[in-house]
């Protein structure tokens, strides 16, 4: 299995991106996909999750601003950020939970993160 993220890069605060993650591979089924984030110096947190029946779960800093969205079909999850600020500047990692067979346990999987740079 395997994550492609794209979409990041430089914008200014009060600007807007779209990250996308396409999931590939083996892959029988997925349950939750979602967005995480790491800054320098900190830890990786959660931006956003989104199950498979579409339910949404976001870090409180980004209620509002930032919306997450799944194609089953085509097995991508996307992450609309508007109103970006200095403080969102990180490298954003899509994650999936996935099984890769009808009997095979579910288990995590990440993709290799994009660069989200917001100047102020």
């Known amino acids: 299995v395997q994550l492609q993220a794209s979409g990041g890069g430089l914008v200014q605060a009060g600007g807007s991106l779209r990250l996308s993650c396409l999931a590939s591979?083996?892959?029988?089924?997925?349950?939750?996909m979602g967005w995480y984030r790491q800054a320098p110096g900190k830890q990786r947190e959660k931006v956003a999750l989104?199950?498979?029946?579409?339910?949404?779960d976001y870090a409180d800093s980004m209620k509002g601003r930032f919306t997450i969205s799944r194609d089953n079909a085509k097995k991508t999850v996307d992450l609309q950020m508007n109103s970006l600020k200095p403080e969102d500047t990180a490298v954003y990692y899509c994650k999936i939970q996935a099984r890769r067979t009808m009997l095979a346990s579910s288990r995590e999987y990440w993709g290799q993160g994009t660069q989200v740079t917001v100047s102020s």
């Open positions: 591979g083996n892959i029988f089924s997925i349950s939750d």
């Open positions: 989104i199950g498979s029946g579409g339910l949404t």
